[in-house]
């Protein structure tokens, strides 16, 4: 049903690594445990990158 909980996690921070220095770039990994609707267990590890923009905003890209 719409508004229905679907999927729940917490994680935390990885690792944090400076890939420019100037530019800033920073590369950061977080790792997350959660349940999706049913019991189902899962375990996710995201890395992403990001740089700040004008305006206090990121641009990021991650896998």
């Known amino acids: ?31 997350v445990k959660g349940t999706l609707k049913g019991g189902i267990e899962t375990t996710d590890t995201v ?4 740089i700040p923009r004008l305006g206090g905003t990121y641009y990021a890209e991650g896998k």
């Open 47 to 50: 890395t992403y990158w990001s």
């Open 1 to 31: 049903m719409l508004g229905d909980l679907i999927y729940e996690a917490n994680g935390k921070v990885a690792g944090y690594r400076v890939l420019d220095a100037e530019g800033p770039k920073i590369e950061v990994t977080i790792t």
